[in-house]
Each structure stands twice: as C-alpha cells, then as structure tokens.
DNA sequence: GGTATACTTGATACAAAATATCAGTAAAGG
DNA sequence: CCTTTACTGATATTTTGTATCAAGTATACC
C-alpha cells in the first residue's frame, strides 16, 4: 500500500467514514494516476484491477474527497472535471488559455496572504491553488507573428 | 454600452474576431451578471433581452473569452461549469470545501512569483486565479463540536 | 465469533451539460 | 453593392453528473 493513500484512507476514518475496499482502491488509483484525472477515466483505471466497482462509487469517492480538502476539481480543456490532489497543502499550475497546456511549478508566496486572509474572514485554510493564465511560449510566437 | 463589456468586445476585435449582434449581447449581460454564472444561465440571461440568441453561440463565445484570457472556467459545488472574470489580471476566492461558499478577497501577494516563473518558462501571464481552500467559520465549529 | 445498525455500494434510470453538424446569415473589406 | 468567410442557431447526439433503492458490508457492542 502506497504511503500517500495510507495517508488519505486515514484521514477518511479519522473524520468518521468508513475504511470500505472500494474507497481504498479508488484512492490508491487515485494517488497513482499522479492526478489530473477525471472521474470516468479513474474508474476505468480502478477497473483495471477490480472490475466490479461501479463508476457511482468513484464519483461518490471524489466529492468526500473533496470535502476533506484532498482533492479539487478543475477545468482543463474539456467538459468533464479534473482532479487534482491538494495534500501537500498547494498545487501550482501554468495553464494556458489556448493549447491548454499545464505546467507545473512550486515556487509560491501565498502564505503571508494566507494568513492575513484567513483571520479577516475567519476561515480555515487548508490548501491552495494558484493558476498562472497566458500564453505559453509558442503560442505566444503563433499569435504575434500572425 | 458598459465601459467593461466594451473593453471586452474592443479584445475581441483587436485578436481578429468579428463584432457581432449576438457577442454584444453576450458579454454585456456577462459583465452585468457580476461573474460567478454558468453558460446556460448566462444564456437565459441573454435571451430576456434577445430571445433569438441561441444556446450553441453562448458556449462558443465563452470558449473565445477563454482563449482571450478574460473568464475562466471554475468548479463551484455544482456539475456545471462558472464563469469568472478575469479582465482585472486578478480573482481571488475563499472557498468552503463543505459549504461551497465563496468569499471574495483582493489582497495577493503573487506578484513575486508571477515573474520569476514567468521567466523560468518563458510563458505570458496576463492573469491568475488564486484559490484557498478549507472550512469557513460555520463549517469549522459545526465539525469541531460533533 | 455472532449480531444489530447504519453506512456504503452498484445497477439502473434519469437529468443536465457539453459537443458535433450544417444550412442559412451577416460582418468586414473592397 | 458584392464577395468572401466567419459566424449563427436549430437540431441531434454524446458526455458528464445525479437520484433512487435494494442488496451488501464495515464497525461497535455484546
Ligand atoms: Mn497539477
Ligand atoms: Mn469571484
Ligand atoms: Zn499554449
Ligand atoms: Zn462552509
């Protein structure tokens, strides 16, 4: 069992849900697909090793998910939603607005807004996602010498 | 004719797009709505002053806002998508992973970061969307105290 | 271990949202 | 004007997400 889905299982019993092999397969699929996947083609990759679990689980899987804070759904190019994982506490995109591209990248200064943040409006932040939108660089070049 | 939509519709132009009847009226109630609307909602929007405006011709030129760089995209606890501005180079949301609440803020701090990764990827920023996630305060005690 | 209970599951049906297609329309430029 | 080509909107279709409910199973308690 991989040590970042043991971490996630654990989380789900500590907040009262119960420890079900569905949900532990989901995660561990989850956690392997290295994210940015969408609820349809994670229960096809679930399937792959147990063909019974039904595509309503997943989907039922990502919204507790979601409620824990482990996950986000966003867009990227396509209708249907992607999932990312939020458990290292923030995820950083370069994203695109024409290829629809994304990049990753680690470099944040969030904290300090965070933090002021968070006592104004008395919330408890537990992760974050900044999205840098543009052009990347050849569709910048594309677009200026048009 | 709002100061913001024509702004918008003067973007469309200047990327080689026509100025039409239907992406008038478009972007004008999109402006209007204050953001945070989805494509169909947009569209019933539209069609209260312009009922012949059709749905298909809502999606594409949210699709070329886009691309344009000025809405994005986001999830917010329902199935469909929202639409938010982005024509201010900024969006920052505090968003309640129980409740799905959202709570506007302007301060950001990203600015730092924006340039040096910028430069790192050789990508064109001209916007960025700046999410904290977490419980906020109703969500928090109803959790704590159960 | 056995049992009761509430939580969870998955098949099915359904609704909502997004996309493909294409003949007709109108914006832009000359 | 007239021509060209991007754009539109009706329609059909696919994809994505949700509601329901009988059957299954994780957990607590004995
Ligand atoms: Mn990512
Ligand atoms: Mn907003
Ligand atoms: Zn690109
Ligand atoms: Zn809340």
């Given at each position: 069992m991989d040590r970042k889905a043991e971490k996630i299982l654990n989380r789900i019993v500590q907040n009262g849900y119960r420890r079900t092999n569905a949900r532990q397969a989901i995660v561990t699929a989850l956690v392997n697909s290295a994210g940015h996947i969408t609820a349809d083609d994670l229960a096809d990759n679930v399937r792959?090793?147990?063909?019974?679990?039904g595509r309503m689980t997943v989907y039922r899987t990502l919204e507790l998910l979601c409620e824990l804070g482990v996950v986000r759904p966003i867009f990227q190019g396509t209708g249907a939603a992607h999932y990312i994982l939020m458990d290292n506490g923030g995820h950083h995109h370069l994203i695109?607005?024409?290829?629809?591209n994304v990049m990753e990248f680690?470099?944040?200064?969030?904290a300090m807004v965070m933090e002021k943040v968070a006592k104004q409006f008395n919330f408890h932040i537990s992760s974050h996602l900044l999205e840098l939108h543009g052009l990347c660089e050849e569709c910048n070049e594309i677009s200026s010498h048009q």
């Open positions: 792959e090793k147990e063909p019974h679990i695109c607005n024409r290829c629809h680690e470099e944040c200064s969030a």
